[in-house]
């Protein structure tokens, strides 16, 4: 149900986004979902990749700043509503979102979005009890 998140704490100058796909490529890491953030000074790249053990190593043996952190992964109907039902389903229960992200991939006919979510387990629980698929790991990865 968690999926690990690898969060790399970039500085904003020319060629730093290139540095650290370089080391993902050589190590082989398929980005399965990226989100990048910035300010004038850093960046935040956040990424689902096929091996989150491995990425986190790499990373930090090349010297970046990386973080793991627990996200979910929810299937969303790609079609005009389908995100807005399940941010209501979460709403209901107070549930916050910090903050999401869509997938490079489709499974069937939904999209995928990527939740970091303050209370997950809850989250996990009500999307399930709404219908609302969550992917697992395993499933991310063989898209």
């Given at each position: 149900?968690?999926i690990?998140?690898i969060?790399?704490f970039?500085?904003?100058?020319?060629?730093?986004?290139?540095?650290?796909t370089?080391?993902?490529?050589?190590?082989?890491?398929?980005?399965?979902?990226?989100?990048?953030?910035?300010?004038?000074?850093?960046?935040?790249?956040?990424?689902?990749?096929n091996?989150?053990?491995t990425?986190?190593k790499?990373?930090?043996?090349?010297?970046?700043?990386?973080?793991?952190?627990d996200?979910?992964a929810?299937?969303?109907?790609?079609?005009?509503?389908g995100?807005?039902h399940?941010?209501?389903?979460?709403?209901?229960?107070?549930?916050?979102?910090?903050?999401?992200?869509a997938?490079?991939?489709?499974?069937?006919?939904?999209?995928i979005?990527?939740f970091?979510i303050?209370?997950?387990?809850?989250?996990?629980?009500?999307?399930r009890?709404?219908?609302?698929?969550?992917?697992?790991?395993?499933?991310?990865?063989g898209?």
């Amino acid at each position: 149900m968690n999926i690990k998140q690898i969060s790399v704490f970039l500085e904003n100058r020319k060629g730093r986004l290139a540095e650290v796909t370089d080391v993902m490529a050589k190590a082989n890491m398929n980005i399965r979902a990226l989100s990048l953030a910035d300010t004038a000074d850093f960046g935040i790249l956040r990424v689902i990749v096929n091996d989150p053990d491995t990425c986190l190593k790499v990373l930090k043996e090349h010297g970046f700043i990386v973080q793991e952190t627990d996200v979910i992964a929810v299937e969303v109907p790609d079609r005009p509503g389908g995100l807005n039902h399940i941010m209501h389903v979460l709403d209901q229960d107070n549930i916050n979102v910090e903050y999401m992200y869509a997938t490079v991939e489709k499974n069937k006919d939904n999209a995928i979005v990527i939740f970091k979510i303050d209370d997950q387990q809850k989250a996990v629980d009500i999307l399930r009890k709404n219908n609302i698929p969550v992917m697992r790991k395993e499933a991310l990865k063989g898209l």
